[in-house]
């Protein structure tokens, strides 16, 4: 990136575009996807250049050459996780691992994806009532934060509950409240290799969620905070054998070995 020239984010919204083809409700408040309504909002939002892939497309619309050209993909997924392509699981987590930014809504909690960069169950309680949810801004200063009040609601959504089984996140950048009483971490972000990765909540599938001005800016801030313009890291999976002649100070090979020099380690 040269200074003074605005880098535009290249982002793919990834829809599993399910219950967009099978409930009459989601087809008729999302009757360009989920996906097509998320991506509309962030290319509206500015500098941010936003389409889609769904789990229909061959590949899933996440081919190797795709997934190069995308700084940051967001997730959605509910009905169909064990329909994702574990080859196209292990790409995804490859190019996060080099540095391209994921956002994982709502459901995604529980995509292979998501799983397999937590290392954890990544489970929790729901309810599925139409409450009120309140999420509250826990780090005013976070860049995803950016333009937000300290809090803001949503009219009817579905109830997550603690425990969240995920790691310890690097922040906690929302936490909400339901009419029932329960409260979720429901904005958190990590670290996974060079790629930045953030957990969003809301989302549920039958209310306009995608559609509130609040929700709208916190996915484009997230977007733009996930995006790492530095060149991908090469051979992320990569465990070079470094030969005792190559060593950086002078040393004498000392003791027995399995492997001869330059030989690949056990995998």
Known sequence: MEWGIEMVIKAVVWGENVHEQTNKVVADLYPDG????????????????????????????????????????????????????????????????????LILLHSAHFAKIFKRLMGTPCNLTWREAGERERLWVTSRNHPIAAGLPDHFELEN?????????????????????????EVFRSGLTYKRGAGNVFYFRPGH??????????????????????????????????APNVPVEAALEPIIERGPRLHKSGEDGFR
Do not use: C, K
């Not at 389409?51 to 081919?63: D, F, K, S, V, Y």
């Not at 997924?77 to 930014?101: P, T, Y």
């Not at 997550?160 to 950048?173: D, I, K, N, Q």
């Open 157 to 181: 959504e579905e109830m997550y509950g603690e425990p969240f089984g995920v790691p310890e996140p690097l922040e906690t950048v929302f936490i909400s409240w339901f009419q029932g009483g």
């Open 34 to 101: 989920m996906h097509g309504a998320i991506a509309a909002a962030l290319t509206a939002a500015g500098g941010i250049e936003a389409t889609t892939a769904t789990l229909q497309e061959p590949e899933h619309g996440l081919t190797e050459e795709r997934l190069a050209g995308t700084d940051v993909l967001l997730w959605w997924g509910h009905a169909a996780h064990g329909e994702v392509s574990d080859a196209v699981v292990e790409r995804v987590a490859d190019q996060v691992n080099a540095g391209m930014g």
């Open 205 to 238: 599938e039958t209310y306009p969620t995608y559609f509130d001005v609040n929700v709208q800016r916190v996915l484009a801030n997230a977007v733009r905070w996930a995006h790492n313009p530095a060149p991908r890291v090469v051979g992320v999976n990569d």
